[in-house]
């Protein structure tokens, strides 16, 4: 007993002040892209030409954060430096549309309307539904149990029925296999409900986009409020769209944490 | 048992090697049969037996491929069977259990019946109702879970035979995470391959990726830099931390011992932040790529990492202190879940859950790959072949794990060795099969590449631990109860996408 008391004191108090501190990620972290509005080279087409998953368009230049794996190649490969990724961990959005990024400022995940915040703004349970994820976005999901981020102090938890749920959120490109086991958790979550998209292949496939035992992602007739882009997003990423739906964050962050110095 | 290395019946090549076509021996069907029993029978194992469609036609028809590894000499067996146009041959799965995946396999994707089969039931295709093996009796009755589960996991279906509360036979029914991997992987452009390959088993990045890119460097004949080598084998072992003791973590979550719980779970992140600060993601996602690594580690970074490395030792070893020592611990992880060293052996099982029933094989030790050719880690082993040596064990594995990461990135420091991220691809070998092994967090990942006329790969073949290690997990619970089973199963950690691919 002596020795856990010894044990609990060095390990000392572990969770983070976010939202009200901000977290610092390292330099190299590979968050919002940044693009430069100044005209590309005529012809050049390197950054789309290389993109896996097409998340480049350059009529208007687009990028698709939904698509987009964060693998820096397009970053790598241009010419004239036009994209540079940082370290701004906040990407979660509620439309697909806001997902695509210009040289303009972007756009961030807003709350609920308010009827749903009365019912879900102070106690959100959630039931996750893994539909051929990797296991990345699910740990990153799991992680935010972790004492660090503590996901409970904010009154969001994992349930393990639907039926206790107040959405699910989803990961995977959701294969052929899984989709039925997808509808009938979604179905039997008691509305209201929300859906929540967490990472690239539950947007849009991600690197598996096309592949033959899987769909898109979530199919369009389920109905999604949230989508955080990422392979896989930061436990921040979750956390920061989760707070904003919730309306427990609001407007863009600061400088700072957009530079993440 | 030696297995007779000069036995003509296979080609033999090394890890990370790769050979002409021409080189690589065709036999009959009842050959075949006869060269793999032999090399199992005298101490080998079948790391791969597949049929891989850019093989068929280089005899007379469709082709049977095995991979018979030679663990003590460190070579790998290649051997072919034309089936010319039948559709069938002879099963081996009576005679060696660790084939009775990869057959069911075969059928299922090729259509070629392995006859005799024991029982060819779906590997990933969802048939309903599914062929359940069933316990028959008084009293008996069958529990079914999945395949959505009550936490934050990945989807499979797991029905208990049992009676009273004493489990007779688990059965695992995987596939819900099939999307297709291999087939998407083959139609993809090389820039696609590398993210895909990152996205196998999403807790094993380097692993996998590290696979693919070896497959590249055999194929085109090249050798990245040594620098590039010490990065990938810093970046592997992060991995295998960070999963080792983020299990620990978990296992200790399962059975309320709350310390061991929040404290191994924190210092996980830990060992995820470096992985990122090195390559901008938690898992490692970006760092590797063919010919090398994308990022360096400044001398700074070494430093500050160093300097880290050391406190993390320490609150790992009081928490593992801790933990191992309690008596709630110890009386819930000992005798659970027993796989006995015969039952390994025969399931062909890889990585630490074999190496906790004494079957000590380890692919950075028996078929050395990148810096482990030049560093060599002891390999850890148990011999309870329970929870608790699953769990000892990857504690031990961290250790080691650690201390290799602190030599390498010591040697970096004082040697100031030259950084050199990466050699250029050459132009891959026309014609060519290569083999690339690694040994990760969850034991050996195998793959396996085949080119055209024109260098292009055309066949690949991609086997994760978890393929060799379920039937082990079913075994587990054989005679325990159902509430063992979280325990059960966390110990082992799986990956269902690994395996559905
Ligand atoms: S970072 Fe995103 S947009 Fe750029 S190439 Fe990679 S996937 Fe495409």
Known sequence: ?261 | MNVNSSSPSVFWIRNGDSIPLSRVPFYTPEDFRRICLEQVYSGGRLALLSSVPALYGRKGGKTLLALAADDENGKIGVLCADLEEKNSYLSLSSEIPQAQGFEREIFEEQGILPKNHPWLKPLRKQETPYPFFKVKGEGIHEVAVGPVHAGIIEPGHFRFQCSGETVHHLEIQLGYQHRGAEELFLRSSPERRLVISESFAGDTVIGHALAYCMEIEALSKSEPPLYAHILRGAALELERISNHIGDLGALCGDIGYLPGAAWFGRIRGEFLNWLMELSGNRFGRGLLKPGGVRFNLSAQQTENFLIRLDKAERDLKETAELTFNHPAVCSRFEETGIVSRAAAEALGMVGPAARSSGCERDVRRDHPFGIFRFYHIPTAAADTGDVMARAVLRWLETERSIQFIREQLTGLLEQSLEVELQTEIQKMSPEHLAVSMVESWRGEILHLAVTTSKGEITGYKIVDPSFHNWFGLALALRGGQISDFPLCNKSFNLSYSGHDL
């Open chain 1, 1 to 261: 007993m002596f020795k856990l008391l010894k044990a609990r004191l060095h390990q000392g108090y572990q969770t983070s002040r976010f939202p009200e501190a901000e977290i610092k990620l390292p330099e190299r972290f590979r968050g919002k892209p940044v693009l430069d509005p100044a005209p590309c080279q005529e012809n050049c087409s390197a950054c789309a030409a290389v993109c896996p998953t097409q998340a480049i368009t350059l009529d208007p230049f687009q990028i698709d954060l939904g698509a987009c794996l964060f693998c820096p190649l397009c970053q790598e490969v241009c010419p004239e430096k036009k994209i540079h990724y940082t370290p701004d961990y906040h990407l979660a959005v509620n439309s697909k549309k806001d997902l695509k990024i210009s040289e303009k400022e972007a756009k961030l995940a807003e709350a609920l309307k308010t009827e749903m915040l009365k019912v879900l703004g102070r106690s959100l349970k959630l039931r996750q539904v893994s539909a051929g994820g990797c296991s990345g976005c699910e740990a990153e999901l799991t992680a935010l149990g972790n004492v660090v981020f503590d996901l409970s102090r904010f009154g969001i938890q994992f349930t393990a029925s639907p039926r206790h749920a107040d959405g699910i959120a989803v990961t995977g490109p959701v294969s052929k296999n899984m989709e039925a086991a997808l509808r009938e958790t979604y179905a039997a979550v008691p509305s209201p409900k929300i859906v929540i998209a967490v990472g690239a292949c539950a947007i849009s496939g991600g690197p598996f986009a096309g592949a033959k035992a899987a769909l898109l992602g979530i199919p369009e007739d389920i109905p999604v409020d949230l989508y955080i882009p990422g392979c896989p997003p930061h436990p921040l990423t979750i956390l920061d769209g989760l707070l904003r739906l919730l309306n427990r964050i609001k407007g863009s962050p600061s400088p700072f944490q957009k530079s993440g110095v």
